[in-house]
């Protein structure tokens, strides 16, 4: 194991996905190290999640435990003659949990008969909620066997699923449900991007310390080979120290960026997950004070943070974007964002094509966009060479302004408010001689008071 100034980035198969809730605890901040051993993921793990599924009406394909795709004919009207089979509990309630937070609950299957179960899979159509696989596949009479039932939220809002049991004589449903809650840690709830063949996507990895101690990264993980951890800046791990993984209280910081590959055609599923633990701080250290807007955790905390990732990489002559995701961050009402961001393109047309304009989306009271773009002055993006992608080309910088949003509240409540909202929209991008265009969403936060 290294030592203090280097971290750990793991890479393991997509279904491995449940080890990033259990390997122990490092007590060294942070290490690199290559694609680690089935021996050395599996330690002090029984299952891991054994599948992944998707459902298209009344087909259920799913890949199981043997590495198969089988379809199952779901009729939820049939009454399938399931086996006695006992769950404790019978439902699972998940309660309120942040988003990119994962929570564990244990489920219990017993037989009461006198035959042999036999467990084909376990399945669901919900991508916020997954199961590992019974620790026995066959279960004997009077015998009982476990699994687990992940919950992680993409979104805020109350979720109601069915976790399905694949018997060899018919299935059993269990139902499971939980609240999504707003991540105090500010990060993206998951990356999504459609990406050319042969070329990449970098979206960065940006975390919030909402507690009042030290909050220290000691591992990143993972969990597809085409997804790569990168350092931020272009630096080495011998340029990167103790003080890169870790957040001062109610502190941002950009950590690390995740590089897509576009090698194949696919559509990849992957978790980027992040190990964590906190630090007391020095007496000497400054106190820190909390914003009356910003997020506070009072609770112990998460040893696990995990951003999914799902990505369509395709073979197609289109413009895509540099990045999924503008987030405008944390704005005083009134005033604009603090920092200007880049429109970045990319072309894998076989011609150069020109921008013609940019605009946002939705027109609003609250919010307006500056976007520095003079269609007058010329901005074309470069054509595909030799199978790869046109290099990229900056179109021009958008800043958030946030006037109008104070206007609004003299108007609404006719005196100065203390609020906050969440504001939302999309970059448009045009083009001369084309029918398409590229939108990217915005984000931001604003507040009053």
């Not at 290294?2 to 122990?24: E, Q």
């Not at 507690?211 to 990167?240: A, N």
């Not at 503008?326 to 009402?333: E, N, T």
């Not at 200007?340 to 894998?348: G, P, R």
Request: hydrophobic share 40%.
């Amino acid at each position: 194991m290294l030592i203090f100034n280097v971290i750990k980035l793991k890479i393991c198969p997509f279904f491995t996905f449940l080890l990033t809730l259990s390997i122990c605890r490092l007590t060294t901040p942070a290490i690199i190290a290559s694609r680690p051993t089935p021996v050395e993921l599996a330690e002090g793990i029984d299952d891991v999640i054994s599948h992944a599924f998707v459902q298209t009406g009344s087909e259920l394909y799913y890949l199981s435990d043997d590495d198969e795709d089988l379809p199952i004919s779901i009729d939820e009207k049939r009454d399938t003659g399931t086996p006695k089979l006992i769950l404790d509990p019978s439902e699972l309630d998940f309660g309120e949990c942040y988003m990119g937070v994962p929570k564990v609950l244990t489920v219990k299957m017993y037989n009461p008969t006198d035959k042999t179960i036999h467990f084909k899979a376990i399945s669901g159509n919900f991508a916020h909620f997954h199961s590992s696989f019974p620790t026995k596949k066959d279960l004997a009479p009077n015998e009982e066997t476990t699994f687990d039932v992940i919950f992680l939220s993409r979104t805020e809002r109350w979720m109601e699923d069915f976790i399905i049991i694949h018997l060899e004589t018919g299935y059993i449903k269990l139902p499971v449900k939980g609240q999504g809650k707003k991540t105090p840690y500010r990060l993206k709830k998951q990356i999504v991007a459609t990406v050319p063949m042969n070329s990449s996507f970098i979206s960065p990895i940006i975390i919030h310390n909402p507690h009042t101690k030290l909050l220290r990264i000691t591992e990143v993980i993972s969990s597809h080979s085409d997804v790569h951890l990168e350092l931020p800046d272009s630096k080495t791990i011998k340029e990167i120290s103790i003080d890169s993984w870790e957040i001062e209280p109610f502190a941002t910081k950009k950590l690390i960026n995740a590089k897509i590959l576009g090698a194949h055609e696919q559509n990849l599923v992957s978790y980027i997950t992040l190990k964590t633990k906190l630090i007391e701080n020095d007496s000497d250290k400054k106190k820190f004070v909390k914003s009356k807007f910003g997020d506070f955790i009072d609770d112990p905390i998460v040893n696990n943070i995990v951003i999914p990732v799902d990505v369509k990489v395709e073979q197609k002559n289109s413009i895509y974007a540099t990045t999924d995701l503008i987030d405008f961050g944390l704005i005083k009402a009134g005033m604009n964002s603090k920092d200007e961001k880049y429109i970045e393109l990319f072309s894998t047309l076989s011609k150069s094509i020109d921008v013609q304009s940019v605009t946002f989306e939705p027109e609003n009271d609250l919010h307006n966009i500056n976007i520095n773009f003079d269609p007058k002055n010329k901005v074309a993006l470069t054509p595909s060479m030799d199978n790869k992608p046109g290099a990229p080309v900056k179109i021009c910088k958008v800043q958030m302004i946030t006037l109008p949003y104070i206007n609004y509240l003299k108007r609404v409540y006719d005196l100065p408010a203390t609020a906050e909202i969440y504001m939302r929209g999309k970059i448009v991008v045009t083009f001369k001689q084309a029918s398409f265009n590229v939108s990217i969403p915005y984000i931001a936060t604003v507040y009053s008071g």
